[in-house]
């Protein structure tokens, strides 16, 4: 009885299910080694640890099986009160059960603390999907990453790994759980690098007005390695939402950064106006004018000349994560290519309408 309560306690499990996982194991052992036939109940004592197997047989007018079954005059001889029909449990305990059946006992008790373990598992990390883990790199198989928990160990994928990052066995780092699943070899927990919330819940952990509300992540664009934008919002005026994010002398995006192996990250202001949105969200680039068309999620920037390419980004990745973070398609055109169209670059906002055609908006 003592080993069961530190058994329990050393496992996390409740000592009533190692009492079950006893009554179940006793059961087969005498099933195993005395009758497999034998229909028996066992009787675990939860204070002594002193148990009882019962058979349970059907009473019958004549015996055919022995071992299932049991004469009305016999069961007459225990209560009168038995009939044709119905059973009764016939005390059956062994003087001692053995070594072959201590065996079979221990197998039955230690599968049942196995998935008495895995159901704990699997009901602490089911609940816990988009919450960033912490974990030591275990080992590296087929491509794929096993990441030890501690109770656990949490598998890497390729596609959830970023592009350009190297494992190495002992590494330290931090993962966003994007699935558990409970399968027959335990629960499996799924984890990601490259998903956009692992940033989100990176800016969560690093920053104190996040924490608190005072600073709100409206928003999150990122390819995995290489560079990211993250759009915050502050609704007390008095708060700087961005520098908040950025840190003194930027030591909380740099604790990020350092966090991803070295992945840009520009943390720009959210405005509910998208135009002013927009032109945020293409920084460091400095915009002229932004035009919409806001019934199909369009917009036109202009930029000045020398300011193009850091606009475009290389291989167009500055105005693509842009449109990731904004949710607008986004065309940008120099100032000199916005004369060919024939508007007044002075405007803050143009009205799409009177200069937009079809092919304006083409992928080109």
């Not at 080694?33 to 066992?42: D, F, G, L, S, T």
């Not at 740099?254 to 969200?281: C, G, H, M």
């Amino acid at each position: 009885m003592e080993a069961i309560e530190v058994l329990g306690k050393e496992k996390g499990i409740s000592s009533e299910i190692l009492f079950d996982a006893i009554d179940k194991a006793l059961s087969s052992a005498y099933k195993k080694n005395y009758n497999n036939e034998a229909n028996c109940r066992v009787s675990l004592d939860r204070n002594t640890g002193e148990y009882h197997v019962y058979a349970i047989k059907e009473v019958v007018e004549e015996v055919t099986n022995p071992v299932t079954q049991i004469s009305l005059g016999m069961a007459h001889k225990i209560s009168e009160d038995y009939a044709v029909g119905d059973t009764l449990e016939e005390e059956v305990t062994p003087a001692n059960f053995g070594r072959i059946a201590a065996q079979n006992a221990k197998q039955v008790v230690v599968q049942a603390i196995r998935e008495a373990e895995r159901g704990i598992i699997f009901n602490e990390y089911v609940n816990r999907a988009n919450d960033i883990i912490t974990g030591v790199v275990q080992r590296v198989e087929n491509k794929n990453v096993y990441i030890n928990l501690g109770k656990t160990e949490a598998i890497l994928g390729p596609g959830e790994q970023i592009s350009n990052e190297k494992y190495a066995v002992g590494d330290r780092i931090k993962a966003l759980i994007v699935e558990v699943k409970n399968t027959t070899k335990g629960p499996q927990v799924m984890i990601s690098r490259t998903h956009p919330g692992l940033l989100k819940r990176l800016f969560e952990l690093e920053v104190p007005e996040i924490q608190n509300g005072d600073v709100e992540i409206k928003s999150v664009a990122r390819e995995p390695g290489m560079r990211s934008k993250i759009a915050v919002y502050a609704e007390d005026e008095n708060i700087d939402a961005v520098g908040s994010c950025v840190g003194p002398r930027g030591t909380r995006v740099q604790t990020i950064v350092d966090e991803l192996r070295n992945e840009k990250i520009d943390i720009v202001k959210w405005s509910s106006d998208p135009v002013q949105f927009i032109a945020n969200a293409l920084s460091p680039a400095r915009v002229v004018s932004v035009a919409i068309n806001e019934s199909e999620k369009l917009s036109r920037v202009v930029v000045p000349d020398y300011q193009l390419s850091l606009a475009i980004g290389k291989e167009g990745q500055n105005a693509r994560l842009a449109a990731k973070l904004t949710s607008w398609k986004i065309d940008i055109k120099s100032e000199s290519q916005a004369e060919e169209f024939g508007f007044d670059d002075a405007e803050e906002t143009i009205d799409i309408a009177e200069f937009a055609s079809e092919d304006f908006y083409s992928e080109e």
